[in-house]
Every structure is written in C-alpha cells, then in structure tokens.
C-alpha cells in the first residue's frame, strides 16, 4: 500500500516564498507528482520527480528525496492566484501508467 | 487542440439509481483513467482504459465499471448509487508511453440523495 502525508493548510504572504511538504511510504517507487487544484477546478499538473534533487520550473521548484521518502514543492515570489490546493502524487512501481496515489492536499492561502 | 471535457457537469440522483458519466480524451490521447475525488480529500484512482479495456483499476467495487470507444472517449457507470458516491469524479487523459502528461477534465460533480 502507499501513505501520503502532507499538511491540511498552510498561509503566506504575497511576495513571499511557501514550501510544501510531503512524505510518503510505499512499496515501490515510480515517479512523485505535484498538481495546483484551485477551487472548483480540475487539478493541473506542476512537476514531476523520478531522481532524487531539484527541479525548477519558473517560479516553482519541487525536490525530491527518494532514500527520505520525501518532497517538497517551493513557490516563490507569491501572488494572490496561487491560492489553491497542492496535491502530492506518487506512482508505485508496476502500476498502471497512469495510476497515482494524491495525498490530501494542502491548502494554500495567499495574503496580502 | 481540445482539452478534455466532461458531461454532465453537476447530476443529482437517488440512492440505488445508476448513473453514466462521460469524458472525451485531449486529442491525440488514447488512455483515460478516472478519479473520484470526496470534499476536502485528493483524487483516488478508480480506473484506466487503453485501448478499449480496463488496464488498472484502484480499491472499488465492481458496481464502478467503465468503457472505452474506438475514439478515445469514456464513460464510467456506477450502480446502486450510495449516499457515500457524491463527489467530483475527474477524467484525465494520456498518451500511452508518455512518462507524466496527464491532463485533467473539469470533472462532474455527482450528489447521492
């Protein structure tokens, strides 16, 4: 089975910079996602992880640490539409493609 | 290029009815799975559907089943409705082969009365 953690909501400030954490537990590892979800809305995806580091993509960066079991997605320069819900995603090893495990979300508010 | 649709976008039924949702893939995609995603909780996976068979399939109960048609498009069907049913259920489509591109429907918004 698989475990995803992250926490239930966060709060920043405009301009700011806001790291999202995850953890995860599975049997086997096969690619981390992180999707934006704003209300209301289908997700979107923002990265994707399969080695361990960092990958940066504009103004988000996501990092991944496979022997920890862990991730983190890094916003920076924060605007007001980055309010939203965050979801990790891990595929497990000899899965379906397109089978992902989402954790819970974490839900970002953005404030002036 | 047209992005993935859904239909209908918000359903009402009755506990014990049945219910069909339908999707339409990205064009040029050919693998569509399907989420159900409870308020406040992320998408779990109920199914996948390449080339017009179910090729992975999450923790449900068979009264979830689906389809795929020769153009891609999907439809999944629940039986027996139940209270715990209502939520929004996500269509994503892919291309086979392709290691993350996974785009996301708007999703139907299903309510079990």
């Known amino acids: 089975g698989q475990n995803i953690d992250q926490p239930t909501e966060m709060t920043a400030t405009e301009g700011a910079i806001v790291q999202i954490n995850c953890t995860y537990q599975?049997?086997?590892?096969?690619?981390l996602f992180w999707y934006q979800q704003h209300a209301g809305e289908a997700p979107t995806f923002l990265s994707y992880n399969v080695l361990d580091g960092l990958e940066e993509k504009g103004r988000f960066s996501s990092f991944l640490s496979r022997s920890k079991g862990y991730s983190y997605l890094l916003l920076k320069e924060l605007q007001m539409k980055d309010s939203a819900s965050y979801l990790c995603a891990v595929r497990a090893r000899g899965a379906g493609s397109y089978q992902l495990t989402f954790g819970k979300g974490t839900k970002l508010s953005v404030i002036p | 290029e047209t992005g993935v649709t859904q239909s209908p976008t918000h359903l009402i039924k009755t506990r014990g009815q049945q219910v069909t949702l339908r999707c339409s893939s990205q064009?040029?995609?050919?693998?569509v799975s399907w989420y159900q995603q409870a308020l406040g909780q992320g998408p779990q996976f109920i199914f996948q559907y390449y080339r017009e068979e179910e090729n992975g399939r999450g923790n449900f109960p068979p009264r979830f089943s689906g389809l795929q048609f020769p153009n891609y498009s999907s439809e999944l069907n629940v039986n027996a409705l139940e209270l715990d049913d209502s939520a929004l259920y996500l269509c994503a489509s892919s291309l086979h082969g392709q290691s993350y591109e996974q785009y996301f429907g708007p999703g139907t918004r299903l309510t079990v009365t």
């Open positions: 064009s040029g995609h050919n693998t």
């Open positions: 599975t049997s086997g590892f096969n690619g």
